[in-house]
Nanobody
């Protein structure tokens, strides 16, 4: 099976930056598409960013385009989310997810991390 562990969350003021990491373990993790989702209190879980197994295609939600960048390093079994120009509306628990095939939909993900909290102060 695949295990995903997020790190890098924390407290930052509006306009600042954070980089999240997702470390994956499992013999076939390099063949999985991966992505980031986030969930604020009382809100539905929403898609943030995704990347195919090769890293050749990346996808960003409209709300974060121009501010966030997703990437992966398969030699290290790690995915990253660079977050710049953070806004208070970005405050949420950020979850790493993986799937055999690329998708933007949470219910099509096969594996999930436990999440890391990002808090952006105004």
């Amino acid at each position: 099976q695949v295990q995903l562990v997020e790190s890098g969350g924390g407290l930052v003021q509006a306009g600042g930056s954070l980089r999240l990491s997702c470390a994956a373990s499992g013999r076939t993790v390099s063949n999985y598409a991966m992505g980031w989702f986030r969930q604020a209190p009382g809100k539905e879980r929403e898609f943030v960013a995704g990347v195919t197994w090769s890293g050749g295609y990346t996808d960003l939600a409209d709300s974060v385009k121009g501010r966030f960048t997703i990437s992966r390093d398969n030699t290290k079994n790690t995915m990253y989310l660079q977050m710049n120009s953070l806004k208070p509306e970005d405050t949420a628990v950020y979850y790493c997810a993986g799937a055999v095939r690329y998708s933007r939909f949470a219910d099509e993900m096969d594996y999930w991390g436990k999440g890391t909290l990002v808090t952006v102060s105004s």
